[in-house]
Every structure is written in structure tokens, then in C-alpha cells.
């Protein structure tokens, strides 16, 4: 098991992406928290990010070392809108959701939408590929700054 530092931690048991995704997930994969519902050899695949983010990330826990810091850039306050599609055949689940927050350095909201596909083997995430709005994360960070 991987637990997060806490339950309250970014990705902690009581973070509202975890509660989302362990909704979006739930009876299809086993884990007490989001690192543990990882394959030890997961791939994220970043298909649309931002400038700086890196596009892939092979392993568990290169996963739980780039999250490790994110608390630093967002607090999330909620997550909803979840809509879910599965495609028994070929193991993956397409998740839909939202997450709203402030950027801790800005202190400007952060509303995001995300579509994330999901492949599952043995119970756990094999692949991640995920698309987000990155203008969003723009908007939030403040960037391009404003001109004087």
C-alpha cells in the first residue's frame, strides 16, 4: 500500500480527486488510496498538458514523486460532473469529471475539466492517458501576465 502522507494530502484518501476517481473506478480496481489503485508499472501518458509537464511517466512510484508536490500549486476544494464509460472488452473506462480549486501562488480560481482513459489489468491501472484544458491551468497560474 502507498498511503499519501495523510488523508488530507493532495492526493490523500480525502482529496476530491480521489474521491472522484475511486467513484469513477470503483468495482473495477483494488487499492486503499489513488497510488494504490497503480500498477507498479503504470504508464501516464499527458496527451494534452502544459509547457514543462513531462508527456510521459513510467512506474508507480515516479508517479507518487511528481504529485508529490502539488499541494504547492493547488488546493482542490471539490470535484464533480463524473460520467463514466466502460468498454468491457477492452478493459478501459473513460472518466469525465471536473476539479475546482485556488492556486495557492495566485490565489486565482481553478476550474478544470479532464477526460482520462483508463486501462485495467488484475484489478489495478496498467495505463493512464489524460487530456485536460490547460488553459485552465493558465488562468489560474496567471499567465501570460496581464499588460501593465
Known amino acids: 500500500m502507498s498511503k ?12 476530491p480527486f480521489f474521491r472522484i476517481i475511486k ?5 473495477f480496481v483494488d487499492g ?3 497510488f494504490d489503485l497503480l500498477a ?18 513510467e512506474g508507480r512510484q515516479n508517479i507518487v514523486d511528481l504529485y508529490r508536490d502539488y499541494g504547492a500549486y493547488m488546493e482542490l476544494q ?10 468491457p472488452e477492452t478493459s478501459v473506462i473513460v472518466l469525465e469529471y471536473e476539479v475546482h ?15 482520462s482513459i483508463v486501462t485495467i489489468g488484475d484489478r489495478k491501472v496498467t495505463h493512464w492517458r489524460d487530456y485536460l484544458d490547460p488553459i485552465a491551468v493558465f488562468d489560474a497560474a496567471g499567465w501570460p501576465p496581464s499588460p501593465r
Request: aromatic residues 12%.
Open 40 to 57: 507498479e508499472d503504470v504508464v501516464f501518458e499527458y496527451v494534452i498538458s502544459v509547457p514543462g509537464y513531462p508527456r510521459r511517466v
Open 101 to 115: 480549486g485556488t492556486s495557492v501562488q495566485t490565489g486565482r480560481p481553478y476550474d478544470n475539466r479532464f477526460v
Open 4 to 15: 499519501t502522507d495523510s488523508d488530507d494530502a493532495p492526493f490523500g484518501a480525502n482529496s
Open 32 to 34: 486503499d488510496d489513488y
Open 23 to 27: 467513484e469513477g473506478l470503483e468495482d
Open 78 to 87: 471539490s470535484a464533480d460532473n463524473l460520467r463514466v464509460h466502460r468498454d
